[in-house]
């Protein structure tokens, strides 16, 4: 299987909350996985990544964390903003594989409020 | 700007004439990937490419869709006979020597009159 299955849709959190998004994944061959923000008009701007030899990554207000047995990796945005309203794409791949192409979730769209 | 570029950022064409949207990697990446984002959908791969070669195209369409990344300039997608389906965002992403991550550029919003 191929897919990558992103929840929830959109999202409305309010200022200085958590938000969080899940990421679910078959393919076991998977072992690679960012997490890509995309404004309107732009092109998704890589945020934070993961490969499955750790459990959760942290990079600032953005934290990863994976679960390998349940096939399951979620972000979660500290202290929200209002500028962090985007839209979140998962994504997975076989990086030991040169040249793999990118799986992507349907996408969140995530406001917050002020 | 030492990052992606793409080109032109907006393009309309009316059914049946041809598109080609243009690609330039990172400065210092050889790997090129094509994906397409339709409204309310994630991005969906279409070819990869390095210089001179198609590596994997599995995601391209049959017929009417074809791709190129010459030793000289920048990577082509080329849509002939365009049809109101083919109307999406076309986004290119490079990576060096194949392995991520992949940086995407601020694709090409394609429209079919």
């Known amino acids: 299987q191929q897919q990558v299955k992103q929840s929830p849709q959109s999202l409305i959190v309010q200022k200085g909350g958590i938000s969080i998004i899940n990421c679910a994944y078959e393919n076991t061959a998977f072992d690679y996985f960012p997490w890509y923000q995309q404004f309107p008009g732009k092109g998704p701007a890589l945020l934070i990544a993961?490969?499955?030899?750790?459990s959760e990554k942290k990079e600032g207000r953005f934290t990863i964390s994976f679960n390998k047995s349940a096939k399951q990796f979620s972000l979660h945005i500290m202290d929200s903003q209002p500028g962090d309203s985007a839209t979140y794409f998962c994504?997975?791949?076989?990086?030991?594989?040169?040249?793999?192409?990118?799986?992507f979730g349907k996408g969140t769209t995530l406001s917050v409020s002020s | 700007n030492a990052g992606v570029m793409q080109n032109p950022r907006h393009l309309v064409r009316r059914r049946g004439q041809e598109a080609r949207l243009r690609c330039s990697p990172m400065?210092?990446?050889?790997?090129v990937y094509w994906y397409r984002q339709l409204p309310e959908e994630g991005l969906k791969f279409m070819v990869y490419?390095?210089?001179?070669?198609?590596?994997?195209e599995s995601g391209m369409p049959k017929e009417r869709f074809s791709a190129e990344f010459p030793k000289e300039g920048p990577s082509i997608l080329r849509i002939q006979q365009v049809v109101r389906g083919d109307s999406a965002a076309y986004f290119c992403a490079s990576s060096q020597g194949g392995i991520p991550p992949q940086h995407f550029g601020d694709g090409t919003r394609l429209s079919i009159l």
């Open positions: 490419l390095q210089k001179e070669n198609i590596i994997d």
């Open positions: 400065k210092g990446h050889s790997h």
């Open positions: 993961i490969r499955p030899d750790v």
């Open positions: 994504a997975a791949s076989s990086a030991g594989q040169a040249g793999t192409a990118l799986i």
